[in-house]
Protein backbone atom coordinates (compact mmCIF):
# COMPACT_ATOMS: atom_id res chain seq x y z
CA UNK A 1 0.00 0.00 0.00
CA UNK A 2 1.75 3.27 -0.96
CA UNK A 3 2.12 5.85 1.68
CA UNK A 4 -0.54 8.92 2.02
CA UNK A 5 1.83 11.61 0.62
CA UNK A 6 3.41 9.41 -2.12
CA UNK A 7 2.02 10.56 -5.78
CA UNK A 8 -0.48 7.92 -7.56
CA UNK A 9 0.42 7.31 -11.01
CA UNK A 10 -1.94 8.56 -13.32
CA UNK A 11 -2.05 7.03 -17.14
CA UNK A 12 -4.64 7.41 -20.00
CA UNK A 13 -3.63 4.10 -21.55
CA UNK A 14 -6.08 1.51 -22.03
CA UNK A 15 -5.93 -2.29 -21.77
CA UNK A 16 -6.41 -2.80 -25.42
CA UNK A 17 -4.61 -0.40 -26.65
CA UNK A 18 -2.62 -0.64 -30.18
CA UNK A 19 -4.88 -3.77 -30.11
CA UNK A 20 -6.69 -4.59 -33.57
CA UNK A 21 -10.62 -4.04 -33.95
CA UNK A 22 -12.34 -7.05 -33.36
CA UNK A 23 -14.39 -7.03 -36.81
CA UNK A 24 -16.73 -9.32 -35.54
CA UNK A 25 -18.23 -6.39 -33.13
CA UNK A 26 -17.56 -3.93 -35.67
CA UNK A 27 -20.28 -5.69 -38.31
CA UNK A 28 -22.56 -6.73 -35.32
CA UNK A 29 -24.08 -3.11 -35.27
CA UNK A 30 -25.66 -2.70 -38.73
CA UNK A 31 -26.37 -6.11 -39.60
CA UNK A 32 -28.07 -6.18 -36.13
CA UNK A 33 -30.01 -2.77 -37.46
CA UNK A 34 -31.34 -4.44 -40.47
CA UNK A 35 -35.21 -5.11 -40.14
CA UNK A 36 -35.03 -8.72 -40.80
CA UNK A 37 -34.87 -10.95 -38.27
CA UNK A 38 -32.40 -14.17 -39.33
CA UNK A 39 -30.09 -11.04 -40.18
CA UNK A 40 -30.50 -9.76 -36.42
CA UNK A 41 -29.89 -13.18 -35.27
CA UNK A 42 -26.31 -13.41 -37.09
CA UNK A 43 -25.88 -9.94 -35.55
CA UNK A 44 -26.00 -11.11 -32.05
CA UNK A 45 -23.76 -13.90 -33.07
CA UNK A 46 -21.34 -11.23 -34.18
CA UNK A 47 -21.71 -9.36 -31.13
CA UNK A 48 -20.96 -12.46 -29.03
CA UNK A 49 -17.97 -13.17 -30.52
CA UNK A 50 -17.07 -10.06 -30.15
CA UNK A 51 -17.66 -9.92 -26.43
CA UNK A 52 -15.60 -12.97 -26.28
CA UNK A 53 -12.76 -11.49 -28.29
CA UNK A 54 -12.98 -8.00 -26.94
CA UNK A 55 -12.59 -9.82 -23.50
CA UNK A 56 -9.42 -9.60 -21.00
CA UNK A 57 -8.00 -12.60 -18.92
CA UNK A 58 -6.96 -11.75 -15.96
CA UNK A 59 -4.00 -9.43 -16.67
CA UNK A 60 -3.83 -10.26 -19.72
CA UNK A 61 -5.41 -7.66 -22.18
CA UNK A 62 -8.02 -8.17 -25.22
CA UNK A 63 -6.88 -9.59 -28.42
CA UNK A 64 -9.09 -7.05 -29.65
CA UNK A 65 -10.72 -3.56 -29.12
CA UNK A 66 -14.70 -2.74 -29.79
CA UNK A 67 -16.36 -4.04 -26.67
CA UNK A 68 -18.30 -1.00 -26.47
CA UNK A 69 -19.59 -1.81 -30.27
CA UNK A 70 -20.11 -5.83 -29.21
CA UNK A 71 -22.13 -4.48 -26.25
CA UNK A 72 -24.08 -2.02 -28.45
CA UNK A 73 -24.60 -4.59 -31.09
CA UNK A 74 -26.01 -7.46 -28.42
CA UNK A 75 -28.27 -4.99 -27.35
CA UNK A 76 -29.82 -3.66 -30.93
CA UNK A 77 -29.93 -7.09 -32.09
CA UNK A 78 -31.74 -8.60 -29.01
CA UNK A 79 -34.16 -5.37 -29.37
CA UNK A 80 -34.82 -6.21 -33.15
CA UNK A 81 -36.03 -10.17 -32.21
CA UNK A 82 -38.16 -9.18 -29.42
CA UNK A 83 -39.92 -6.52 -31.58
CA UNK A 84 -40.04 -8.54 -34.89
CA UNK A 85 -41.52 -11.69 -32.62
CA UNK A 86 -43.97 -9.55 -30.92
CA UNK A 87 -45.02 -8.46 -34.29
CA UNK A 88 -45.07 -12.13 -35.90
CA UNK A 89 -47.21 -13.31 -32.85
CA UNK A 90 -49.95 -10.17 -33.12
CA UNK A 91 -49.93 -11.03 -36.99
CA UNK A 92 -50.43 -14.69 -36.28
CA UNK A 93 -53.13 -14.16 -34.26
CA UNK A 94 -54.85 -11.31 -35.97
CA UNK A 95 -54.64 -12.48 -39.15
CA UNK A 96 -53.11 -15.95 -40.09
CA UNK A 97 -55.45 -17.98 -37.55
CA UNK A 98 -58.39 -16.33 -38.87
CA UNK A 99 -57.89 -16.96 -42.12
CA UNK A 100 -56.85 -20.47 -41.47
CA UNK A 101 -59.99 -21.33 -39.72
CA UNK A 102 -62.35 -19.64 -41.39
CA UNK A 103 -65.26 -17.46 -39.84
CA UNK A 104 -66.12 -20.47 -37.40
CA UNK A 105 -66.41 -18.09 -34.14
CA UNK A 106 -68.77 -15.76 -35.84
CA UNK A 107 -70.63 -18.59 -37.08
CA UNK A 108 -70.72 -20.23 -34.10
CA UNK A 109 -72.17 -16.91 -31.94
CA UNK A 110 -74.96 -15.91 -34.49
CA UNK A 111 -76.16 -19.34 -34.74
CA UNK A 112 -76.13 -19.59 -30.69
CA UNK A 113 -78.29 -16.27 -30.47
CA UNK A 114 -75.23 -13.30 -30.90
CA UNK A 115 -75.89 -10.86 -33.09
CA UNK A 116 -73.42 -8.25 -31.90
CA UNK A 117 -70.42 -10.60 -31.75
CA UNK A 118 -71.70 -11.91 -35.19
CA UNK A 119 -71.72 -8.27 -37.02
CA UNK A 120 -68.68 -6.56 -35.27
CA UNK A 121 -66.31 -9.67 -36.83
CA UNK A 122 -67.83 -7.83 -40.05
CA UNK A 123 -66.33 -4.87 -41.53
CA UNK A 124 -68.06 -2.16 -40.82
CA UNK A 125 -70.43 -4.38 -39.10
CA UNK A 126 -72.28 -1.21 -37.45
CA UNK A 127 -73.59 -0.35 -40.81
CA UNK A 128 -75.14 -3.95 -41.68
CA UNK A 129 -78.37 -4.49 -41.55
CA UNK A 130 -79.36 -6.97 -38.59
CA UNK A 131 -82.31 -8.24 -40.19
CA UNK A 132 -80.50 -9.29 -43.13
CA UNK A 133 -78.22 -11.02 -40.63
CA UNK A 134 -80.55 -12.94 -38.79
CA UNK A 135 -82.36 -13.92 -41.62
CA UNK A 136 -78.74 -15.34 -43.07
CA UNK A 137 -78.23 -16.93 -39.53
CA UNK A 138 -81.71 -18.51 -39.74
CA UNK A 139 -81.41 -20.21 -42.69
CA UNK A 140 -78.49 -21.63 -42.39
CA UNK A 141 -79.58 -23.07 -38.71
CA UNK A 142 -82.78 -24.20 -40.59
CA UNK A 143 -80.88 -26.02 -43.45
CA UNK A 144 -78.03 -27.22 -41.99
CA UNK A 145 -77.87 -26.77 -38.42
CA UNK A 146 -74.89 -25.62 -35.81
CA UNK A 147 -71.81 -24.88 -36.98
CA UNK A 148 -68.85 -27.68 -35.97
CA UNK A 149 -65.83 -26.66 -37.51
CA UNK A 150 -64.32 -24.66 -41.10
CA UNK A 151 -61.29 -26.16 -43.19
CA UNK A 152 -60.00 -24.83 -46.53
CA UNK A 153 -60.90 -26.75 -49.05
CA UNK A 154 -57.72 -26.87 -51.49
CA UNK A 155 -59.48 -28.44 -54.00
CA UNK A 156 -62.13 -25.71 -54.80
CA UNK A 157 -61.07 -24.00 -58.10
CA UNK A 158 -59.11 -21.06 -57.55
CA UNK A 159 -61.07 -17.51 -57.45
CA UNK A 160 -60.45 -16.25 -60.81
CA UNK A 161 -58.42 -12.70 -59.38
CA UNK A 162 -57.71 -12.56 -55.35
CA UNK A 163 -59.78 -10.16 -54.27
CA UNK A 164 -62.02 -9.78 -56.70
CA UNK A 165 -65.10 -7.24 -55.06
CA UNK A 166 -64.17 -3.57 -53.88
CA UNK A 167 -64.99 -2.38 -50.49
CA UNK A 168 -68.55 -2.46 -49.93
CA UNK A 169 -69.24 -4.10 -52.90
CA UNK A 170 -68.79 -0.50 -55.10
CA UNK A 171 -67.16 -2.28 -58.22
CA UNK A 172 -65.00 -4.76 -59.53
CA UNK A 173 -61.05 -4.77 -59.53
CA UNK A 174 -58.36 -6.23 -57.86
CA UNK A 175 -57.96 -5.56 -54.38
CA UNK A 176 -54.71 -6.96 -52.65
CA UNK A 177 -56.15 -6.00 -48.89
CA UNK A 178 -59.10 -9.00 -49.85
CA UNK A 179 -58.12 -12.60 -49.37
CA UNK A 180 -61.02 -14.80 -50.76
CA UNK A 181 -60.54 -18.24 -49.69
CA UNK A 182 -62.88 -21.41 -50.44
CA UNK A 183 -63.83 -23.46 -47.37
CA UNK A 184 -65.66 -26.54 -46.13
CA UNK A 185 -68.46 -25.94 -43.72
CA UNK A 186 -68.79 -28.76 -41.40
CA UNK A 187 -72.40 -28.57 -40.14
CA UNK A 188 -74.12 -30.63 -37.87
CA UNK A 189 -76.57 -31.71 -40.46
CA UNK A 190 -74.67 -31.28 -43.31
CA UNK A 191 -70.84 -29.86 -45.04
CA UNK A 192 -70.89 -27.53 -47.53
CA UNK A 193 -68.52 -26.05 -49.54
CA UNK A 194 -68.54 -22.33 -49.96
CA UNK A 195 -66.28 -19.01 -49.69
CA UNK A 196 -65.48 -16.01 -47.51
CA UNK A 197 -63.44 -13.00 -48.10
CA UNK A 198 -61.48 -11.62 -45.10
CA UNK A 199 -60.00 -7.61 -44.99
CA UNK A 200 -56.53 -7.24 -43.68
CA UNK A 201 -56.71 -3.19 -44.33
CA UNK A 202 -58.78 -0.35 -45.55
CA UNK A 203 -58.60 2.93 -46.77
CA UNK A 204 -55.30 4.66 -45.85
CA UNK A 205 -55.55 7.11 -42.55
CA UNK A 206 -52.92 9.41 -43.49
CA UNK A 207 -49.98 7.89 -44.39
CA UNK A 208 -50.26 4.11 -43.18
CA UNK A 209 -53.57 2.02 -44.27
CA UNK A 210 -55.86 1.40 -42.07
CA UNK A 211 -56.11 -1.67 -39.86
CA UNK A 212 -59.57 -3.93 -40.35
CA UNK A 213 -59.06 -7.61 -39.49
CA UNK A 214 -62.48 -8.59 -40.77
CA UNK A 215 -64.31 -10.82 -42.69
CA UNK A 216 -65.94 -9.13 -45.73
CA UNK A 217 -68.68 -11.53 -46.91
CA UNK A 218 -69.20 -15.36 -46.30
CA UNK A 219 -71.05 -17.24 -49.18
CA UNK A 220 -72.08 -20.80 -48.82
CA UNK A 221 -72.32 -23.11 -52.36
CA UNK A 222 -74.19 -26.09 -51.40
CA UNK A 223 -73.82 -28.29 -54.81
CA UNK A 224 -77.77 -28.49 -54.89
CA UNK A 225 -80.13 -25.52 -53.95
CA UNK A 226 -79.44 -21.90 -54.20
CA UNK A 227 -76.22 -20.41 -52.57
CA UNK A 228 -76.23 -18.37 -49.33
CA UNK A 229 -74.37 -15.21 -48.23
CA UNK A 230 -74.18 -12.33 -46.00
CA UNK A 231 -73.81 -9.07 -46.59
CA UNK A 232 -75.65 -9.50 -50.04
CA UNK A 233 -74.43 -6.09 -50.83
CA UNK A 234 -70.70 -7.16 -51.06
CA UNK A 235 -70.97 -10.74 -52.22
CA UNK A 236 -69.42 -11.74 -56.23
CA UNK A 237 -70.44 -13.42 -58.79
CA UNK A 238 -71.04 -17.17 -57.89
CA UNK A 239 -67.64 -19.39 -58.48
CA UNK A 240 -66.28 -21.37 -60.81
CA UNK A 241 -67.91 -25.15 -59.49
CA UNK A 242 -65.55 -27.71 -58.00
CA UNK A 243 -63.97 -30.36 -60.88
CA UNK A 244 -66.35 -33.43 -60.80
CA UNK A 245 -63.40 -35.61 -61.13
CA UNK A 246 -61.53 -34.69 -57.56
CA UNK A 247 -65.60 -34.13 -55.81
CA UNK A 248 -65.54 -37.54 -54.89
CA UNK A 249 -61.51 -37.18 -53.11
CA UNK A 250 -62.86 -34.22 -50.81
CA UNK A 251 -65.76 -35.49 -49.37
CA UNK A 252 -65.66 -36.74 -45.57
CA UNK A 253 -66.32 -40.35 -44.06
CA UNK A 254 -70.28 -41.34 -44.29
CA UNK A 255 -71.04 -38.06 -46.26
CA UNK A 256 -73.78 -38.53 -49.31
CA UNK A 257 -71.81 -38.51 -52.62
Known amino acids: MSDAGS??????DRPDRGAPLS????????????????LAVVGLVLALVGLVQTRGRGAEPPRCRGRGLAITGCVIALSAIGVQAAALAWWDARVRTPILEGPVAPLRAGLSGDLDTFLASFERGGDLDRAEADAFLQAIGARYGGIATIEQDHFAAPAPVPGTVASGGAGRGVDPSL???????RFSRA???GRAAFRTFGAPAGLLPAPVFRWAWIRLEPDEGPAIGFPAERLPAPSTTVDPSVQNDRQA???AP
Request: charged letters at 5%; one cysteine or more.
Open 7 to 12: PVPVTG
Open 23 to 38: LWALFSVPVSALVCMP
Open 179 to 185: AVVPYRF
Open 191 to 193: TVG
Open 253 to 255: PGE
